[in-house]
């Protein structure tokens, strides 16, 4: 790759704002391009800065002349994060946070999203969140309040929409899906569980939870009660264990 030229700029600015996360800025555009190729959503939130939400909506918006497929592009509506975005998401989709490590509005983030099936990619700046809190984290050590208003959080945010949008161009982009599993035993779903969010009890034990495949029906009788909203880790249709309260 050529060291002059746009990128070589582009890619010293991202490390510079990015720091040991400049490396995950390529992967994350390409992870999204391949979601978005399939036909998912991207979901913005930035609950304290919602302006940089309608930055991502309107970088990602073909111009009128643009006659690839449109991108469908959405800020998270008003109102609590979780309760505004249940009803909206489906397995696949993309979330994409812009906000400090402190936002209570995404305490729980990365289970909850793993739940639904739905991609994480988390910018900020300031204090970092514990390590796994999305599957990318672009990251800067800045001073939080002259980063989200000086234009750096808007540069990165910039940099993750054009890298998506190039991978985006690549013909091998979309064009095979990973292989579901459909073993009567999966090897990697045996050893840990899977994520599932309590949609509904009945007086039986047996409760309806909603995971990244959709709504499964499992058995409640191992754990403490549960309620809706709860998640629960899942396996060979048991709820082995409550992982996490309903968001508040």
Known sequence: ??????????????????????????????????RLAS??????????????????????????EDRRPPIRANTVPDGPLWESLRPLAHG????????????AALTGIRQRTEAWGLLTVWIGVG???????????????????????????????????????SCLEHPRVGASAPAACTDEVCITCSD???????V?????????????DGPEEVDTTLIETARPGDLVL??????????????R
Do not use: N
């Open 192 to 198: 840990e569980g899977r994520l599932g969010e309590v």
């Open 127 to 165: 204090p970092r969140p514990e390590p796994g809190s999305a599957d990318y984290v672009l990251w800067s050590d800045d001073d939080g309040t002259a980063a989200s208003y000086g234009g750096r959080l808007a540069h990165v945010i910039h940099l993750l929409c054009e890298l998506t949008l």
């Open 234 to 247: 899942i396996h060979a249709g048991l709820a082995l264990a409550l992982v996490g309260g309903s968001p």
């Open 39 to 64: 036909g998912a959503t991207l979901f913005c939130a930035a609950p304290s800065w919602p302006w940089h939400a309608r930055h991502v909506a309107s970088e990602l918006a073909p111009p009128a």
């Open 92 to 103: 696949g989709d993309i979330l994409l946070a812009v906000s400090g490590s402190a936002e």
């Open 1 to 34: 790759m050529s060291t002059d030229g746009p990128w070589a700029t582009d890619k010293t600015l991202s490390q510079d704002l990015l720091g040991p996360d400049a490396a995950d800025l390529a992967a994350a555009a390409m992870a999204m391009a391949c």
């Open 200 to 212: 509904k009890i009945w007086t039986d034990g047996r409760a309806e939870v909603r995971t990244a």
